[in-house]
């Protein structure tokens, strides 16, 4: 089955500065990569996702890159706000039939003002 | 609110004991997914439904869990004969049909168990 690794698995920032979040998975099929927020106290939520076809995608402040050839993704949030503090999940997937999203552990995401 | 219910919010139980989760999806949402959270950890898969059907299990799935979605709407996940190593936050997610195969899972708030 798939496996996501996810690094950092703790990321410390100063308001304002970048924030970048790096996972790898391993089942050349995933064709499907989205990222989730997960804030204390309450479910993931979607942030952004991507699809195998587009190596990157950008939403304001978010944007995801895809290298299949490495198997590859990552998240960059720029201008980072206290706000931003939560953990965040990749996750991938194969499209269609049985979409089951595998997630990777985690990255606690704290932004200092 | 029109999210993903799941009550109760918090469970404390005794080793040994049953307890059950109940997960209200969002109105028309066709699959249902249950996942499970451990501390610094993602959430893992359990099962998920298409409508009534249960299509796929997980091995983290023994024997003492089940899972019902009648009428395809509602779920109930229980677990028999608790254990400590049940110990988790249950989530369940909801997603929309005709999303291209892909697309948001929506989550609901979680169920936490505790054993004792």
């Known amino acids: 089955g798939e496996n996501v690794e996810q690094h950092p698995s703790t990321l410390s920032v100063q308001e304002g500065d970048s924030a970048v979040i790096k996972c790898t998975y391993s089942d050349s099929a995933s064709n499907y990569f989205p990222w989730y927020k997960q804030e204390l106290g309450k479910g993931p939520q979607l942030i952004i996702d991507?699809?195998?076809?587009?190596g990157e995608k950008k939403d304001q402040r978010i944007a995801v890159t895809l290298n299949k050839t490495a198997k590859h993704f990552s998240l960059h949030i720029t201008e980072t706000q206290p706000e931003d503090s939560a953990v965040y999940f990749c996750a991938a997937s194969i499209s269609g039939g049985s979409y089951i999203p595998t997630f990777g552990r985690g990255t606690s995401l704290i932004v200092h003002p | 609110d029109t999210g993903v219910s799941q009550n109760p919010r918090h469970k404390i139980t005794k080793r040994g004991q049953n307890v059950t989760f109940r997960c209200d999806p969002i109105s028309e949402h066709n699959r249902l997914y249950w996942y499970r959270q451990t501390l610094g950890q993602g959430p893992e898969f359990l099962t998920y439904?298409?409508?009534?059907?249960?299509?796929?299990k997980s091995r983290l799935l023994s024997d003492r869990f089940s899972a019902e979605r009648p009428k395809g709407s509602f779920s109930t996940l229980e677990i028999q004969r608790t254990e400590q190593g049940d110990s988790a936050m249950y989530l369940c997610?909801?997603?929309?049909?005709?999303?291209?195969?892909?697309?948001?899972?929506?989550f609901g708030e979680g169920s936490r168990l505790t054993v004792l």
């Open positions: 439904f298409q409508n009534e059907a249960q299509l796929e």
């Open positions: 991507i699809r195998s076809n587009v």
């Open positions: 997610a909801s997603k929309a049909k005709g999303t291209g195969g892909a697309g948001e899972l929506f």
